[in-house]
């Protein structure tokens, strides 16, 4: 199963509402996963698949095997799904 990871920096706030943006496009298009929330300080992102995140904390991330999704505005729905399902297919 595909594991996608959205981080911030305390795993409460914008990384819940990336998960569950998350979670509505994937169920849109019939695709399974899993999708946690997690704080920049504890995530281990080689562990997953895929890291949902904005560019500050993507910058601390980019050595990670996983795909980074770089989401500055977090409201754009759209935005997100176009690069989720554009990532889906370089994996």
């Not at 990871?5 to 706030?13: E, I, L, N, P, R």
């Not at 298009?29 to 995530?43: L, N, T, W």
Request: hydrophobic content about 45%; charged content about 25%.
């Amino acid at each position: 199963m595909l594991n996608i990871v959205t981080v911030c920096g305390a795993g409460v706030g914008s990384s819940m509402m990336l998960r569950l943006y998350a979670q509505q496009s994937l169920s849109e298009e019939g695709i399974e996963a899993s999708v946690e929330a997690a704080d920049i300080g504890s995530v281990n992102p080689d562990a997953f698949d895929i890291v949902i995140t904005t560019s500050d904390f993507a910058d601390l991330l980019h050595e990670s095997r996983a795909k980074i999704i770089r989401i500055d505005n977090m409201m754009d729905k759209g935005y997100l799904k176009e690069q989720l399902l554009r990532t889906l297919k370089e994996l």
